[in-house]
């Protein structure tokens, strides 16, 4: 890989690596399948679900690539231009022309939810069959522009619980597509991503701010100097990386020379994944 890392997955004992520019690695053969960035990644039950987009030729992909075969290279930049509606990504169980731009993306076993804007949240399972889907949210007062934009999606047991920039979220039934709760964060916010530890959650603000969110009830506030890039819960506190900060939820924060991209667990080491391409000890200068 010679590209900057994106974000790693572990199945089945393979490790996956989505560069910047949209190549996968896997077992050390790089691949891509499309010419564009990969915009959100997660893993299902029959492998790798993506989307692809392109803002510059204003199209979108959305697909499903299987991991049990060599994965392969598709067509150039120079092509996509040429067959900008009938290219597919290469590889593909399916692949579909997405004419909106996909805000958020998860997947657990064989359900995928995702959200386009000014389309709607879907739920499909990995054989691309449709479970259900469902309206974007809607201001009937005042609002920010684009604060009902869908900013998250965070997937629990049996519920999916979806976040917009201005700070409502919805639990989903993630079997049938139910709202079971509808409510608004009680804090001025504008979330650009959500981690979460079954029903606890960490929130990351555009500003800075971030808060831990449990029992429907804000636990924790602290400013950060940049949003998060990542983030996991240890059993304790969260682990944090924020533009070039180690730090932990409640504790103290260690600079880093390099960006961090990633939290990945090595031999029971929490360990911070840079835009290098190497691993170092998460606040390796504290503990």
Same mark, same amino acid.
């Given at each position: 890989m010679s590209n900057a890392p994106w974000k790693i997955f572990h199945q089945d004992g393979s490790e996956i690596i989505i560069d910047v520019d949209g190549g996968i690695t896997i077992g050390g053969h790089t691949a891509s399948p499309f010419p564009t960035d990969i915009t959100h990644a997660?893993?299902?039950?029959?492998? =790798?679900?993506?989307?692809?987009?392109?803002?510059? =030729?204003? $199209?979108?992909?959305? #697909? /499903? /690539?299987?991991?049990?075969? !060599?994965?392969?290279?598709?067509?150039? !930049? #120079?092509? =996509?231009?040429?067959?900008?509606?009938?290219?597919? *990504?290469?590889?593909?169980?399916?692949?579909?022309?997405?004419?909106?731009?996909?805000?958020?993306?998860?997947?657990?076993?064989? %359900? @995928?939810? +995702? #959200?386009?804007w000014m389309r709607g949240l879907y739920c499909v399972d990995s054989q691309d069959n449709e479970v259900w889907r469902l309206p974007l949210f809607e201001s009937k007062e005042k609002a920010p522009?684009?604060?009902?934009?869908?900013?998250?999606? &965070?997937? $629990?047991?049996?519920?999916?619980?979806?976040?917009?920039?201005?700070? %409502?979220?919805?639990?989903? &039934? $993630? &079997?049938?597509?139910?709202?079971?709760?509808? !409510?608004?964060?009680?804090?001025?916010?504008?979330?650009?991503?959500?981690?979460?530890h079954g029903e606890k959650f960490l929130l990351s603000s555009k500003d800075g701010w971030?808060?831990? +969110?449990?029992?429907?009830?804000?636990? *924790?506030?602290?400013?950060?100097?940049?949003?998060?890039?990542?983030?996991?819960?240890?059993?304790?506190?969260?682990? @944090?990386?924020?533009w070039r900060d180690d730090l932990m939820l409640r504790g103290d924060s260690v600079r880093r020379y390099d960006l961090g991209v990633q939290l990945i667990k090595k031999d029971n080491v929490w360990m911070v994944l840079d835009n290098q391409g190497n691993f170092s000890r998460h606040m390796s200068k504290s503990e």
């Open positions: 997660a893993m299902c039950d029959a492998g =790798l679900v993506a989307t692809w987009v392109d803002h510059e =030729l204003r $199209l979108a992909r959305m #697909a /499903l /690539l299987p991991l049990t075969e !060599k994965l392969e290279d598709g067509i150039t !930049k #120079a092509e =996509l231009r040429l067959n900008r509606n009938t290219a597919m *990504v290469v590889g593909a169980t399916w692949c579909h022309i997405i004419d909106a731009e996909p805000l958020a993306l998860c997947a657990k076993d064989d %359900k @995928i939810i +995702f #959200a386009l522009p684009r604060s009902d934009e869908i900013a998250a999606i &965070s997937i $629990l047991e049996e519920d999916v619980v979806v976040w917009t920039r201005g700070g %409502k979220y919805r639990k989903i &039934s $993630l &079997s049938s597509g139910e709202i079971m709760v509808e !409510k608004t964060l009680e804090i001025e916010c504008d979330l650009e991503d959500v981690f979460n971030t808060w831990e +969110f449990e029992n429907e009830q804000i636990t *924790v506030a602290r400013k950060l100097r940049g949003t998060i890039q990542d983030a996991v819960f240890d059993g304790d506190d969260w682990r @944090i990386i924020s």
